[in-house]
């Protein structure tokens, strides 16, 4: 069982690594209509505060040893040319994936095109994603505690 569970966290990560890449070999790749440049960084909540103000409401001290995978979802962070979808920052955690965007325009272009593999919602500029790690034993109750979270901790920027 061990061995299954391995296999498909690896088969998951990898097929989300494709997902978040580019290619120019014919294949499909993720793209947005947004037209703008890479822009300004977006002010408010970080990914990475979202996910220490997730733990916190949720009576945790950590989601499960959080990651910042940022290079997986943003082309700039990898060291290539910024694309205009790209990710402003990627926290992996046990539980959740939290993807932080500049508008709520590209995290909707996300998740409309990501669910496809799995658990995506969006919450205004962010995406929550239970696709990696051990987050698949996230609750259908846990998930939904922490949009409505994440939804009280962004109405500011609404």
């Not at 205004?124 to 990696?132: C, D, E, N, P, V």
Request: with cysteine.
């Amino acid at each position: 069982m061990r061995i299954r569970h391995t296999t498909l966290t690896i088969a998951v990560a990898a097929l989300a690594l494709t997902a978040c890449s580019t290619s120019d070999s014919g294949t499909e790749t993720h793209e947005t209509t947004v037209t703008t440049s890479t822009g300004p960084k977006t002010t408010g909540l970080t990914a990475e505060q979202a996910a220490a103000e997730l733990a916190e409401a949720t009576g945790v001290t950590t989601l499960g040893n959080p990651t910042d995978n940022t290079g997986s979802c943003s082309d700039e962070a990898a060291g290539k040319d910024p694309r205009p979808n790209d990710c402003s920052q990627l926290i992996t955690t046990d539980t959740v994936s939290i993807y932080e965007f500049r508008t709520p325009e590209i995290a909707a272009d996300w998740v409309t095109t990501m669910k496809k593999q799995g658990d995506w919602r969006q919450v205004g500029r962010f995406a929550l994603a239970w696709t990696a790690r051990d987050q698949g034993l996230t609750s259908d109750d846990r998930r939904a505690e922490l949009v409505r979270t994440l939804k009280k901790e962004t109405a500011d920027e609404a």
